[in-house]
């Protein structure tokens, strides 16, 4: 009986090991973060008709590269194209710099990448705010939303990509 105990011991260090080996048990890179993240925070949850939401968009550099290039799109939600009566459009564009705001070369939807501005170093993050104007003739009472795919290349020659990452949406009111 006893030699039947032991082998039942021995099989559970093997066990366990084969687990590891195959990626199955965890492992201390799964708390690792992701190599870039793209978040999304707005001045304001409501606006009226004829008013503006100020959309900020942070890029956060995880890796231990440089970011050279991102590409970033983005879309309006699903819901909220089924309300055509909600009438907006994104009419300006900043980067923040330490040296204070400056324009960005686009307001999207596609391409949002280039507003970042140059390089993002190891550890840092750059912010866009998109500039929402809702228009004086909008409906009242329904959410505008957006959400983004981003893809991010490293100076080692590595990318990523993630999404989709959903902005917070922004309620239409009526005064």
């Not at 309006?76 to 009419?91: A, E, G, H, I, V």
């Not at 981003?150 to 009526?174: I, K, L, M, Q």
Request: charged share 10%.
């Amino acid at each position: 009986m006893r030699s039947t105990q032991l082998r039942r011991l021995g099989l559970a260090p093997v066990f366990a090991l084969a687990l590891a080996l195959f990626g199955l048990a965890p492992g201390a890179s799964a708390a690792d973060p992701a190599p870039a993240d793209l978040t999304f925070t707005t001045d304001s949850a409501t606006a009226l008709p004829g008013g503006t939401v100020n959309l900020s968009m942070t890029i956060t550099n995880h890796r231990t590269y440089d970011v050279w290039f991102v590409h970033q799109t983005i879309e309006p939600t699903w819901l909220t194209t089924q309300r055509p009566d909600l009438k907006y459009s994104f009419t300006g564009c900043n980067l923040a710099t330490a040296a204070g705001s400056v324009p960005c070369p686009g307001t999207g939807p596609t391409n949002l990448g280039p507003n970042y501005g140059s390089t993002i170093p190891p550890g840092q993050s750059r912010t866009v705010t998109l500039t929402l104007q809702i228009a004086a003739d909008s409906g009242c009472n329904g959410n505008i939303g957006f959400y983004s795919y981003y893809y991010a290349e490293f100076s080692d020659s590595t990318n990523t990509s993630g999404g989709p990452v959903y902005t917070p949406e922004t309620r239409v009111v009526c005064a």
